[in-house]
């Protein structure tokens, strides 16, 4: 069953990462970005932020979204792959490299064992 909250939150971040990506590469500034976005939705940096948290996107509003992105009606609702890390895993990874680094073989081979063990038991 897919969330479509959950959904729509993760697209819209992808938006402004490809949005910011863009500005970036144009040579403007980071700072200011999130405003620079919330303008071209033309909704407030407030509400940007509540929506990067937790405020939930209706219908209107994902429309809206949608046709300043240039993305056809329904885009966010569908849920997608995300194929760029996030912060949180980023450091995830950061961990386990320095966690294999750190250690000899039994080490990593214990590291390793863990790891598929956590995976084996995922739902």
Same mark, same amino acid.
């Not at 999130?34 to 976005?37: L, R, S, T, Y």
């Not at 809206?64 to 240039?70: K, L, M, N, V």
């Not at 490299?97 to 039994?106: D, E, G, I, V, Y």
């Given at each position: 069953m897919v969330n479509t909250t959950v959904t729509r939150r993760l697209n819209a971040l992808t938006l402004f990462q490809a949005f910011a990506e863009? /500005?970036? &590469?144009?040579? %403007?500034?980071? #700072?200011g970005l999130? $405003? /620079?976005?919330a303008a071209a939705l033309e909704i407030s940096p407030s509400m940007w932020s509540q929506i990067k948290s937790s405020r939930p996107i209706g219908? #209107?509003? %994902?429309?809206?979204?949608? $046709?300043? $992105?240039? #993305?056809? &009606?329904?885009w966010l609702d569908e849920a997608r792959e995300n194929t760029s890390p996030t912060a949180a895993e980023k450091a995830l990874m950061e961990l386990a490299? !320095? !966690?294999?680094?750190?250690?000899?073989? !039994?080490g990593r081979k214990a590291l390793? %064992?863990?790891l598929e063990a956590v995976i084996a038991r995922a739902p």
């Open positions: 863009q /500005a970036l &590469a144009r040579g %403007a500034s980071p #700072k999130e $405003q /620079a976005f219908d #209107k509003l %994902a429309r809206q979204i949608e $046709q300043h $992105q240039g #993305k056809p &009606a329904g490299l !320095a !966690a294999w680094r750190s250690t000899n073989s !039994a390793r %064992a863990h």
